[in-house]
């Protein structure tokens, strides 16, 4: 089945304690995204990648690093997180044939105290 | 820079009812179009897709449409159910880097 993984789903931590939320596809995709949802905001776009090893910033990258070792993996780390990145987040990706069909991820809550 | 808005950003209407969530977005250069449904705690379902070039798409009771030149698109849902309440969100892609730039969404409840 095709889908885009995320893990975990739920996470509490505390502020300034180093945490990684990963994102798998298993559909081959070139183009992976990672975006954040929030009430009164709507989705943003944090980082995205066209392919393996090139990695771009969105609209709201401040505090978030990503990294694209392989291609169906784009994880998004959080070096040192702050109560201001309480949000759901949601992985995507397409392929580059048909990039305006993106499968998203069932996203990741994350609650920082 | 994009922007998406979404009217009403609530809606509640009884069952049975025909209804239009509206979707307006600034810059017309976009590459296409979508719906999407999230029910709450849960991730995004694509029901609808306009490419640019297209007027409109239909899939059951739902058709969408698409005024490019003036930057609208609209979701009809035909003969609503209790199980369509969920949040609809419009969202535009446009630019190199597949962004899809997303409205506030519409929170539809449809009660029986």
């Known amino acids: 089945e095709a889908q885009v993984t995320q893990n975990p789903r739920y996470l509490i931590t505390v502020t300034g304690k180093k945490l990684t939320v990963t994102c798998s596809q298993n559909?081959?995709?070139?183009?992976m995204s990672w975006y954040r949802q929030d009430p009164g905001l709507g989705l943003r776009q944090i980082y995205y990648?066209?392919?393996?090893?090139?990695?771009d910033k969105g609209d709201v990258p401040e505090g978030y690093k990503v990294s694209r070792k392989e291609k169906r993996n784009f994880p998004l780390i959080l070096e040192s997180p702050s109560p201001n990145q309480t949000s759901l987040y949601f992985c995507?990706?397409?392929?580059?044939?048909?990039?305006?069909?993106?499968?998203f991820g069932p996203g990741t809550r994350l609650l920082v105290l | 820079k994009q922007e998406v808005t979404q009217i009403p950003a609530a809606l509640s209407v009884p069952e049975g009812e025909n209804l239009v969530l509206n979707c307006s977005f600034t810059?017309?250069?976009?590459?296409?179009l979508q719906w999407f449904r999230q029910d709450p705690g849960k991730g995004l379902t694509s029901l609808l897709l306009?490419?640019?070039?297209?007027r409109e798409q239909t899939s059951g009771r739902l058709n969408a449409s698409l005024d490019k030149s003036s930057g609208r698109s609209t979701l009809y849902i035909a003969a609503s159910q209790p199980g369509d309440s969920a949040t609809y969100l419009c969202?535009?892609?446009?630019?190199?880097?597949?962004?899809?730039?997303f409205g506030k969404g519409t929170l539809l409840t449809v009660n029986p």
């Open positions: 306009i490419q640019s070039s297209q």
């Open positions: 969202a535009v892609s446009g630019g190199s880097n597949y962004k899809l730039t």
């Open positions: 810059d017309s250069a976009i590459y296409n």
């Open positions: 990648s066209m392919n393996v090893e090139v990695t």
């Open positions: 995507a990706s397409s392929s580059w044939e048909h990039q305006e069909t993106q499968y």
């Open positions: 559909m081959n995709h070139e183009y």
